[in-house]
């Protein structure tokens, strides 16, 4: 048994050494410049204007930050930063503007210890200014009337303001970071791993739903009529903008409430080590 385990662990031995010898060669053919290396090509910028009409926006991508922006001339379009190999097809299929991303690399360019994006990329999608009464206690400007909106990303950061989603909300990532500000939803569910969630002047009709491994979460002057939190090690804390029947469980990390804990709307927060600390905007 003893004498296999020292062959695996040879054989193991060889197999990282010639690994890092094609790597190694790899790299003196690219004469010591790691661009050149790169499979996805250079980056590029695309601009897709949209004059189709749509409510609700599906974005399923990898790496790219997200955000929205106020169109200044009031025409819909999105600008995607990327790469000649991986981009984004934007269409509307059946009242759905959908971001998608695409590949064009086969299947070997996916190997390798140099096989990277050439870029940082970004969607950034521009949609017309409207003045809506979006909240109970929120009234400002906000762009655009969604049915629904889905975002699916892994890595990249993931930015909203001034939106108003008449439906449902849906944002699943896993280390981006979520930064959410003057935003009204009729629900929003929020997966994610390791990036923090912030929220502010963010008001949910109808129930707000945070899952998170490692990730703070902080909203700032937030409403919801149910909210559940589900953390491990991550801190939350929590303004908001009515009184609360609050539940709260952690295992090591301290927990501060407010005077009135068993009014208004459901609020269960379970956390691990992360500190709880829940409070009532002035």
Not at 38 to 45: Q, Y
Not at 109 to 119: C, D, K, L, P, Q
Not at 199 to 207: A, C, F, G, H, Q
Request: glycine share 8%; hydrophobic share 35%.
């Amino acid at each position: 048994m003893r004498g296999r385990r020292k062959i695996w662990a040879l054989i193991a031995l060889v197999l990282i050494i010639l690994g890092l010898g094609f790597g190694f060669v790899g790299f003196v053919m690219a004469g010591f410049n790691p661009d050149k290396l790169n499979t996805d090509g250079k980056g590029v910028t695309n601009e897709h204007e949209i004059n189709d009409d749509f409510t609700k926006i599906e974005i399923d991508t990898s790496t790219s930050d997200i955000r929205f922006e106020t169109a200044a001339d009031g025409k819909v379009k999105v600008v995607c930063k990327e790469s000649e190999k991986r981009f984004h097809d934007v269409s509307v299929q059946n009242g759905t503007l959908v971001i998608k991303e695409k590949s064009e690399k086969k299947w070997f360019e996916y190997i390798g210890f140099f096989n990277s994006r050439s870029a940082e990329t970004e969607i950034v999608v521009y949609l017309p200014e409207k003045s809506a009464d979006i909240s109970r206690k929120i009234k400002k400007d906000t762009k655009f009337d969604l049915e629904g909106l889905m975002i699916d990303t892994s890595t990249g950061d993931v930015k909203l303001n001034d939106l108003h989603v008449k439906g449902e909300l849906k944002i699943n990532t896993s280390t981006g970071e979520l930064m959410l500000s003057n935003v009204a939803a009729g629900s929003m569910i929020i997966e994610t791993s390791t990036g923090e969630v912030t929220m502010n002047e963010t008001e949910i009709r109808e129930e707000l739903k945070i899952e998170t491994s490692t990730g703070d979460v902080k909203l700032t002057s937030c409403d919801a009529d149910t909210v559940r939190i589900d953390t491990s090690t991550g801190d939350v804390t929590c303004e908001f903008l009515s009184e609360k029947n609050i539940r709260t469980d952690t295992s090591t990390g301290s927990v501060t409430l407010p005077a009135v804990t068993d009014k208004g709307g459901s609020c269960v927060v379970d956390t691990s080590t992360g500190d709880i600390r829940i409070s009532y905007a002035q």
